[in-house]
């Protein structure tokens, strides 16, 4: 069964650096998500993707976030100067279509440590 | 802001028991989603309701969404220690493109 990966599992960084989350939507969907969610909290939406640019994003998504779609598999997260509250788990997720009326499927994750 | 509640944050029960997730939303939601997600793992979808006192069943599993389309529950019979993890429902913002998620019900069966 086709499903989202993502890269690295985890990330270890310090506070200030850039870091950039990889996903890979499975190959027919045409909406991608990233989501993100503090240990032991709820799932966070961040922004929505579709037709190459940004169709929604969050509060919490500000100038230091930025996804990117470089090439036809790849779909990026880059924070630009991390903080330490930017420490939490971040999840790609695609559907096939609108997500908010279809399934979305989630990857697995990146465990983002900000030290 | 929209805000998306469920209750209880935590159940303990003893395998065989029943288990209910109740989740209601600040605004009236065009459809309602529920995934699970396992200690550990990320959400799982489960199901999709849309319709105003939609019910739903999976196996052991009952969805309802309410008749204001503002409410929602998730009803487990007999459960069993596959059950473990933390449920949440989600639905749309209004008019946008965006999913928000419940703040998730943590099941713990004991054997």
């Known amino acids: 069964e086709p499903e989202v990966t993502q890269t690295p599992s985890h990330q270890v960084t310090q506070m200030g650096q850039e870091v950039i989350l990889r996903c890979v939507p499975i190959?027919?969907?045409?909406?991608f998500y990233w989501y993100r969610q503090i240990l032991g909290q709820k799932v966070e939406f961040l922004v929505s993707?579709?037709?190459?640019?940004?169709?929604?994003k969050s509060e919490i998504f500000d100038d230091q976030f930025s996804v990117e779609r470089p090439d036809g598999s790849n779909f990026t997260l880059k924070i630009r100067s991390t903080k330490l509250e930017d420490s939490a788990m971040y999840f790609c997720?695609?559907?096939?279509?609108?997500?908010?009326?279809?399934?979305?499927?989630f990857g697995p994750g990146t465990r983002l440590t900000v030290t | 802001g929209q805000q998306v509640m469920q209750i209880p944050q935590y159940q303990h029960v003893q395998e065989g028991e029943d288990f209910t997730t109740y989740c209601n939303s600040s605004?009236?939601?065009?459809?309602i989603q529920w995934y699970k997600q396992r200690p550990g793992g990320h959400p799982v979808f489960l199901i999709q309701l849309v319709k105003s006192g939609e019910v739903k069943k999976q196996k052991r599993l009952t969805f309802q969404f309410g008749e204001a389309k503002k409410n929602s529950s998730l009803h487990i019979t007999a459960t069993q220690t596959t059950d473990v993890g933390t449920y949440f429902c989600a639905g749309p913002a209004y008019n946008t493109d965006k999913l928000i998620f419940g703040t998730g019900t943590r099941l713990q069966v004991f054997p």
């Open positions: 993707f579709y037709n190459n640019e940004i169709s929604e």
């Open positions: 190959s027919n969907h045409l909406y």
């Open positions: 605004t009236t939601l065009s459809n």
């Open positions: 997720a695609s559907s096939v279509t609108s997500g908010v009326s279809y399934e979305q499927y």
